[in-house]
């Protein structure tokens, strides 16, 4: 199997579907097919829809989010067009009603091998990193202990993709500190030597930490020589797009026109906080800044709650009626693994891999991005067929 080959997951219940799958796609050249249980990365994923539509639509969301080769071919015996077009919204790529023909797969695997290399010569040419800002509501919420671990999370699914965390915090240094790394530079020589800027300085200037990510540092002191000014930020973050897959950016708590360009600039924000008055009223409070603004739009504004306990004094819905939003992810209590992390300078992966804690942040990463993922141009094939044309 080259590096290169593709993964095929069969999440079909239907034996003689499941069989036909397997036999077509198991002996085209490059493709595997794994056991239904297997994890790690998938490229590929056929899923039996029709049975429970919520629980499947999230699977293709958490599917399609993991990255930009991921696709989703769809079967079921009761195609329903409702569904179908919902399903091709989301990204699925083809569909195949059941009894299915052997000669349908093999052309849709035809089809699969084109995109794959017209996607991989587009990407090339254009690669556009996106950026996710960490943003607390409040001071100790837990926004670098997601900043930091949604990175990590990030270069985790999928070491092909690159990882920038920059941490623009105009006060204190913390991300050495969680990643126990001490880095020779900052952003802040950047700020000084702006026409100097290449990707060739900005490397040098940042920090490869062991998980692969790369890491941009702050200068962490106010010193009028290191000022950053949207200017600063624009063209650094327009540089980081092209280096990077994804750059997660900790804007800092001051919301001032360097923080507001991150924000603009941004593809999700991340805006943490935790289930107490003060916290979802700041919540409220830059819901409407941002509303002011005009950016970032609500819909890439996604609400964490961290430090989650189900029996909070606070519910969680009386903290979606307070900020007339719902929230998009809880990452759980979990005061001792989080601080041993920090204190130890390590990811809560390396800590513990399979605490609740973890593996929130790990599966926040990996849909974050369902909104996200570039549609391509032209429509599935399997809605040609729903409407009647080849
Ligand atoms: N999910 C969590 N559950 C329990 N405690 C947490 C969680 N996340 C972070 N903490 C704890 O909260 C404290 C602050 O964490 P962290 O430094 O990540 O927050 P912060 O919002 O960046 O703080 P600051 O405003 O000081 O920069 C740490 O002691 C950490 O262990
Ligand atoms: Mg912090």
């Known amino acids: 199997m080259s590096p ?9 219940r239907d034996w003689e579907t499941r069989e036909a799958f397997r036999r077509v796609i198991g002996s085209a050249a490059g ?13 590929l994923l056929v899923l039996e ?4 539509l919520e629980r499947e639509f999230r699977r293709i969301e958490a599917h399609l989010a993991l990255g930009e080769d991921q696709e989703v071919f769809l079967t079921s015996a009761r195609p329903d067009p409702e569904m179908l077009v919902q399903a091709l919204r989301m990204g699925a790529r083809e569909f195949f009603s059941q009894p299915v023909k052997e000669k349908e797969i093999v052309d849709a695997i035809e089809r699969y091998k084109e995109r794959r290399i017209e996607s991989r010569l587009v990407r090339r040419q254009r690669r556009r990193g996106k950026i996710i800002s960490v943003l607390g509501a409040k001071g100790g919420v837990g926004t670098t202990t997601l900043a930091v671990n949604l990175a990590a999370s990030l270069v985790e699914l999928d070491k092909e993709k690159s990882v920038a965390l920059f ?9 050495p500190l969680f990643l126990d790394i001490s880095p020779n530079h900052h952003w802040g020589e950047i700020a000084r030597n702006l026409s100097r800027l290449d990707p060739t300085l900005l490397m040098s200037l940042m920090h490869k930490h062991t998980t692969g990510m790369h890491v941009l540092s702050s200068p962490g002191n106010l010193d009028e020589q290191y000022a950053a000014t949207p200017e600063v930020m624009e063209k650094l973050l327009d540089l980081m797009k092209t280096l990077f897959n994804y750059i997660v950016v900790e804007p800092g708590s001051v919301m001032d026109d360097v923080s507001a360009k991150i924000l603009q600039m941004s593809d999700v924000v991340v805006l943490v906080c935790i289930l107490s008055l003060p916290s979802l009223a700041n919540v409220n ?15 890439q504004v996604k609400v964490v709650v961290s430090r989650f306990m189900s029996k909070s ?3 969680l819905a009386d903290a979606e009626r307070s900020i007339n939003k719902k929230v998009f992810w809880k990452i759980p209590n979990d005061y001792r693994t989080t601080l041993s992390a920090i204190n130890q300078g390590k990811t809560l992966a390396e800590i513990s891999k399979k ?14 991005f369902e909104a996200q993922q570039e ?4 429509s599935p094939h399997f809605l040609w067929k729903l409407l009647g044309r080849k």
């Open 4 to 12: 290169d080959g593709v993964k095929v997951q069969l999440d079909v």
């Open 31 to 43: 493709f595997q097919v794994l056991d239904p249980d297997d994890y790690g990365a998938v490229q």
């Open 49 to 52: 829809v029709g049975e429970d």
């Open 167 to 175: 941490e623009m915090n105009r006060v204190y240094v913390e991300v």
């Open 285 to 299: 409070r830059l819901l409407k800044v941002f509303f002011e603004l005009g950016y970032p739009p609500e819909n």
């Open 313 to 315: 004094e606070i519910s």
């Open 355 to 368: 605490a609740p804690v973890t593996r929130e942040i790990r599966r926040l990463a990996s849909v974050l």
């Open 375 to 378: 549609k391509e141009e032209s």
